[in-house]
């Protein structure tokens, strides 16, 4: 079971970062909670950053972790943001997710643990993958 996985995951991540639920309930707004403390998902199409077209970085929402840039966000007409490549192989981590009946592949931020999305195998070449993630999980720091 994957819930074992995640368990052993939090528990080895020592960081400092590492908050109580307390403290990001009072933090972040309700929706934002949700998605990035409680593996919860935006309706598609209904993102700030869709459609954002604009060069610069999206951080976590959540502590401010640089996690992607424009020059790799493409238009995958999901209705969530979509990027080919994190920043860095340290920016995110990923773990499987076999919730809803379905074998998917869990990102989230490597600092703070927040949910970001699930990654698929399906992007554009060169990485060949599709980062789909929630615009409520980033914030947009301009060029
Ligand atoms: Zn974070």
């Avoid at 909670?33 to 970085?57: A, I, M, Q, W």
């Avoid at 993630?133 to 301009?142: A, C, G, P, R």
Wanted: glycine share 6%; hydrophobic share 25%; net charge negative.
């Amino acid at each position: 079971m994957d819930d074992m996985d995640n368990k052993t995951d939090q528990v080895s991540n020592d960081q400092e970062e590492m908050k109580s639920d307390e403290y990001w309930k009072d933090k972040l707004s309700p929706e934002q909670y949700k998605v990035c403390r409680k593996h919860g998902t935006e309706s598609p199409f209904s993102g700030e950053y869709n459609d954002l077209k604009e060069e610069g970085e999206f951080v976590c929402v959540c502590c401010g972790n640089k996690l992607f840039l424009s020059d790799n966000k493409f238009d995958s007409g999901t209705g969530w943001p979509s990027f080919t490549d994190p920043d860095n192989e340290e920016s995110i981590a990923t773990t499987r997710d076999a919730s809803l009946g379905m074998a998917r592949t869990e990102v989230h931020c490597n600092k703070c643990n927040a949910h970001l999305g699930h990654v698929f195998p399906d992007g554009p070449a060169p990485s060949g993958q599709r980062y789909c993630i929630n615009s409520v999980s980033l914030d947009f720091k301009k060029k």
